[in-house]
Nanobody, 121 residues
Framework: VQLQASGGGLLQAGDSLRLSCTAS????????TGWFRQGLGKERQFVAA????????LYADSANGRFTVSRDNVDDRIELQMDSLKPEDTGIYYC???????????????WGRGTLVTVSS
């Protein structure tokens, strides 16, 4: 499984941004896609996750109400719509594949390269 996050950029507080996660291959056993971020000098932090049916999603408290995770089955990608961005949303955003909806990063077995999101005040 090879994942790739894209769509990062330099934003201002209050802006919106949509990140995408694509996979060159998928493992049937790892059908959940999670988004995590890591700020400079900070631990990896859960952001959101979605299962293969798109019926079940999970959000971190910091993302709830501002971020939306969705699955585009036509283009086979997972998107993270981020609205009302804050400086504390700054970090490298990664997508990962796991077996179950979880907030713990080590329950996701496959990771890809991240994309940098920088939000200035």
């Amino acid at each position: 499984v090879q994942l790739q996050a894209s769509g990062g950029g330099l934003l201002q507080a209050g802006d919106s941004l949509r990140l995408s996660c694509t996979a060159s291959r998928r493992a049937a056993t790892h059908s959940v896609t999670g988004w995590f971020r890591q700020g400079l000098g900070k631990e990896r932090q859960f952001v959101a996750a979605i299962d293969s049916s798109s019926r079940n999603t999970l959000y971190a408290d910091s993302a709830n109400g501002r971020f939306t995770v969705s699955r585009d089955n036509v283009d086979d990608r997972i998107e993270l719509q981020m609205d009302s961005l804050k400086p504390e949303d700054t970090g490298i955003y990664y997508c990962a594949a796991g077996r179950t909806l979880a907030t713990v990063w080590n329950l996701y077995g496959y990771w890809g390269r991240g994309t940098l999101v920088t939000v200035s005040s």
